[in-house]
């Protein structure tokens, strides 16, 4: 699969175009308007820059016994030279230059080989794009979804290609957490999945199947129950949100806390997920406050850590200043 259709530009979908035009697939954004390309193109720059600097850091690496490295940027560390860094940074100068962008969904996936959905975590938006979708896709197309909650068969229909249709799921900073979960539904045909599972490697992921709808996936079946508790533990007013991070990286060792965590997501996706809590609609609950916490964030700018603003501040390089 060749050319591929990337469906909104949001901090995951930006993530997914880049890495596989790096990787070598020819790459069309599909955004709603003019002023959604900017946005967009705004996010790709951060994340290019983000890319160069981990490439460059490379050189450090090289040589040590334990490599600190971006395992989606280079396959074979143990091989690796200053010269092979430099030709990867001139490739991906070359892909970054060379993504296409389109407000005509019928342009854009004219000679689609596979397209990745990744609009508003809202079912309603999803279901109004699949459906609009279905009609202008050559037969040839696969389909997925990077939905991060919601599963297969709640949207396979909608496309009229049930059995060219699944999930797959991508870790936030996608260079570097590079695990791609592919979900089937009882309709996906196995030439489908194992078509995913070779692009997946293509793109420098390492694929995991998962063989029954669940959802959460995997590792939001283990990372949400860990961001709601501690969302609730801040809404409550029970602790500040930075000694919540710190007694989790300090007692477990973890690199991150859960509110750098939702800083790396994106505020968005929380704000979408807690709107869709029973109680959401209450003020006084947990629920209720964490909405309104959220609108707060995204009137005042505060979108996350790809804005340079989130729960905490972040320079240029990405490092917490405040």
Known sequence: MKNLVVAGGGVLGSQIGLQSAYKGKHVT???????????????????FQAYLADLEGAKKEIGKEHPNYARGLID????????KIDQLISTLKDAYNNISFETDLAKA????????????????????FFKTLSTLLPEKTIVASN???????????????????????????IWRMNVGEIMVHPNTAPETKDAVVKFAKEIGMVPVVINKEQPGY????????????????????????????KTWKISTGAPLGPFEILDVVGIYTPYNLAKAKPGADDPSSLAGKAVAMYEKMIQEGRLGKASGKGFYTYDERGNIIA
């Open 76 to 83: 074979d560390f143990s091989t690796i030279t200053e010269e």
């Open 29 to 47: 954004f599909w955004l709603r308007s003019e002023e959604s390309i900017e946005r967009s193109k705004q996010k790709l720059e951060k994340f």
């Open 218 to 245: 995997i590792l939001n079946s283990l990372l949400v129950p860990l961001l709601n508790s501690a969302q609730d533990l801040f809404v409550g007013e029970i602790a500040d949100f930075k000694d919540i991070d």
């Open 147 to 173: 939905s991060s909650t919601m599963l297969p068969s709640t949207f396979a229909k909608d496309t009229k290609r049930e059995e060219k249709y699944l999930h797959f799921h991508f870790a936030n900073n």
């Open 109 to 128: 996936v004219t000679d689609a080989d596979f397209l990745i959905e990744a609009v508003a975590e809202v079912a309603d938006v999803k279901h109004e």
